[in-house]
């Protein structure tokens, strides 16, 4: 197919939402892609929610390719079954369970420590680890958990281990850190006036789009915190698409029944992670990415936020995590869309 076909498919895929976000986008887009490098067994990667679904094969595609992984896991019971099995169908030895309950400060401070005193060097960071909570329940610090996991969570563990992403990056081969978000952040907008559902009735959907949403700022600001400290580190986010996984199978029985013949399977969902993860190819910092290209990150114009109000929001994670950064952008903001081969 010529380049110039591929690029209407894709893009009817893509308004189609259903066509793009189902197998049948992962089917008709493979065709295009380069092969994944072979070789990852130079590169350290820490996957969270490694023992379930996308993250679970995730670590899968990473480890038959050879990276040295540190599965962050909150059950150490899972963890430990997931850590066995990836042994046994990989043949890879070098992987490492890692307790992390990511919607816990206390647990990412804990888990950064160790990993820090015990890696020097970090290749990829795979923010992977999320949940569609029905009910409003709250972390250990007594932060809503939707917010704590998707959002305080990434972002303390991005700042934390910043030293050991540097130590791993290079100006031509940066360190990354992936956001996997969803295509369901397409319908909502920041509320940084109300992040915790404290003055609105709690909806777990909406809070999932709200902290999904925001997974996409963070990917843009961390790349443009990075590009700002002079750091050989680049920051994605991606959608992965929908997924037959046991997250869906839990929290959306009605949605899985109803498209259960057009959903991926957990490797197709994950595909793009992996890539993000090991490609050699040229990439946008602070990109957003689904099928291995880059993405809208609107479809609704009311979902776009002012520069004041991302400031807002910035400042608010600073506060709630105890780590307030500087807001990496002047006003107003124009936010990196800066090449990491630049
Ligand atoms: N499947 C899809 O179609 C789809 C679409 C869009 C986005 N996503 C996103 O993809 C990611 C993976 O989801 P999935 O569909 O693969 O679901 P899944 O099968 O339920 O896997 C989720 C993983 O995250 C872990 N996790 C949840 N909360 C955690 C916490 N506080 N600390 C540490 N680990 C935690 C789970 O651990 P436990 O086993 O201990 O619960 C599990 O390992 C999520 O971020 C999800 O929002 C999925």
Redesign the pocket.
């Known amino acids: 197919m010529s380049e110039a076909l591929f690029a209407l498919q894709d893009f009817l895929l893509e308004q189609s939402v259903v066509g793009g976000f189902g197998r049948l986008g992962y089917q008709l887009r493979k065709a295009h892609w380069q092969p994944l490098p072979e070789d990852l067994s130079q590169r350290v990667m820490i996957v969270?929610?490694?023992?379930?679904?996308?993250?679970?094969a995730t670590a899968e595609a990473l480890a038959r390719r050879g990276a040295q992984l540190i599965l962050?896991?909150?059950?150490a019971a899972?963890g430990q079954i997931a850590l066995e099995r990836l042994q046994a169908e990989t043949g890879n030895v070098r992987l490492q369970l890692e307790l992390?309950?990511?919607?816990?400060q206390a647990s990412v401070r804990a888990f950064t420590e160790r990993v820090a005193a015990a890696y020097p060097q970090i290749h990829a960071l795979i923010h992977?680890?999320?949940?569609?909570m029905h009910q409003r329940q709250e972390s250990p610090e007594g932060i809503e958990l939707t917010l704590a996991?998707?959002v305080l969570?990434p972002h303390l563990l991005t700042a934390l281990l910043q030293p050991q992403l540097a130590a791993a990056g290079s100006d031509s081969a940066p360190a990354r850190v992936i956001f996997?978000?969803?295509?369901?952040m397409y319908l909502a907008r920041l509320n940084p006036e109300d992040l915790q559902f404290q003055q609105r009735a709690y909806h777990g959907t909406q809070a999932?789009a709200e902290a999904?949403r925001g997974m996409l700022y963070l990917a843009q600001l961390w790349a443009a915190a990075f590009v700002r400290q002079a750091l050989p580190v680049a920051a994605y986010a991606m959608?992965?698409?929908?997924?037959?996984?046991?997250?869906?199978q839990?929290a959306l029985p009605g949605f899985r029944r109803l498209s259960r013949l057009i959903?991926?399977n957990?490797a197709e969902?994950a595909d793009t992670t992996v890539w993000l993860a090991a490609t050699d190819e040229a990439l946008q910092n602070g990109g957003f990415y689904a099928d291995r290209a880059l993405r809208p990150r609107y479809r609704l114009a009311t979902t776009r936020s002012s520069p004041s109000e991302i400031e807002r929001w910035w400042h608010r994670l600073g506060e709630l995590t105890g780590m307030p950064l500087p807001f990496p952008l002047a006003l107003p903001v124009t936010l990196p869309e800066k090449r990491t081969e630049d």
């Open positions: 969270t929610g490694a023992n379930s679904g996308l993250g679970y962050a896991c909150r059950s899972r992390l309950d990511v919607g816990s992977n680890a999320g949940a569609l996991t998707h969570g996997v978000s969803s295509g369901g999932y999904k959608h992965p698409g929908w997924a037959d996984t046991p997250g869906v839990a959903l991926r957990n969902g």
